[in-house]
């Protein structure tokens, strides 16, 4: 006679089975999901120049694939489509980004610095006169700062909608000079628009925008009517040095070496997080990067931000708008969207 022990364990076994079997099964056609609609997307975004052909192209892979992973689902279909999808990542591979295109004005230009001891010069510094976001004057200048000025970093959050999202960059506060913002941007030529889809799959290459702040934070605020908030960093000045050394470093490797821009791993806040790592103010992961719009909490938790007041109190007095709009281009453009703020360096 079976023992009741014995059966329970041989029924607990079977369902374990079934729902490893089940969790694998799950897996497998995800993972074929993944992969036709991560071919089907890179052959639409490739570099061909035709739309018709990429759209075209798109679509037959798709069919061919949704056909012989889930209604033929025979040896020689599966490993036709195989051989097809691999053909798709060389190609997709053999896609290198480029400086040589044609850009739209407001990314027209790549900066460059040239360290000499304590002395940084940058060239390219972005300084435009906007009568509207869409008309505007171009100009380029070139900015000498001292390292040992540089005395804080302010980091900004800027919507262009509301929600979770949002884009985020940086300013190098100094004692002797107006501050030098830097925005991690996609570099979109002259007929494209920003996808975040697109931006999954070498459509844009990645720039460094260096500017002043009048340009840089006045666009978002005075013409795109986009909410800004700005805040200080709590960190110390040879932290902020080290930080914009990194900076710098990677404006220069740009300049000699295009890449693309991608949304989860080469991007505005991605990049930030990525470098506070490397000058040991280690951030540790928060889906908050990713959801930049709430990066502004996740720094407040961590003691990153001034703690003086209430985070609410905080982010309410962070909204610059108002301070910027009434400040124009005034040549105080910086000291007047910082007058209400709480200032607690740390």
């Avoid at 400086?99 to 000499?116: G, N, Q």
């Avoid at 628009?193 to 844009?204: D, H, M, R, V």
């Avoid at 951030?283 to 909490?297: E, I, K, Q, S, T």
């Amino acid at each position: 006679m079976r023992s009741p022990r014995t059966y329970e364990s041989r029924v607990w076994k079977t369902w374990l089975w079934k729902l490893l079997h089940a969790g694998a099964v799950s897996l497998k056609h995800a993972l074929q999901v993944l992969v036709v609609c991560w071919g089907t997307l890179a052959i639409y975004f490739s570099n061909l120049p035709w739309v018709w052909a990429r759209a075209v192209l798109a679509l037959a892979f798709a069919a061919f694939g949704i056909g012989a992973l889930w209604f033929v689902r025979r040896p020689r279909a599966v490993a036709a489509f195989a051989v097809l999808f691999a053909g798709v990542v060389v190609w997709w591979m053999t896609i290198h980004p480029s400086h040589d295109r044609s850009w739209r004005k407001e990314v027209a230009v790549m900066p460059r610095a040239t360290i000499e001891g304590d002395r940084v010069r940058i060239t390219g510094v972005r300084n435009f006169d906007y009568e509207s976001q869409d008309d505007f004057t171009p100009r380029y200048k070139s900015r000498e700062v001292a390292l040992s000025h540089l005395i804080a970093v302010d980091f900004y959050i800027s919507y262009w909608m509301p929600g979770p999202i949002g884009h985020t960059f940086l300013s190098f506060v100094f004692d002797n000079a107006p501050p030098l913002s830097v925005s991690i941007e996609v570099r979109p030529e002259i007929t494209e628009g920003y996808s975040p889809i697109a931006s999954l799959f070498k459509q844009f290459e990645l720039i460094y925008v260096v500017g002043e702040e009048r340009d840089i934070v006045g666009l978002r605020t005075n013409h795109r009517a986009e909410d800004v908030y700005l805040y200080r960093i709590r960190t110390t000045p040879e932290n902020a040095r080290q930080l914009f050394l990194v900076y710098l470093q990677r404006i220069n490797q740009l300049a000699d070496h295009p890449e693309f821009y991608h949304l989860l791993s080469n991007s505005c806040t991605i990049n930030i997080v990525r470098y506070a790592n490397v000058v040991g103010r280690p951030l540790p992961f928060d889906v908050r990067h990713y959801l930049n719009g709430l990066a502004d909490r996740a720094l407040y938790r961590e003691g990153r931000l001034s703690t003086t007041v209430p985070f609410e109190d905080l982010r309410r007095r962070s909204l610059i708008n108002e301070a910027a709009q009434s400040s124009g281009s005034a040549p105080d453009f910086s000291e007047r969207i910082r007058a209400s703020l709480p200032i607690d360096s740390g």
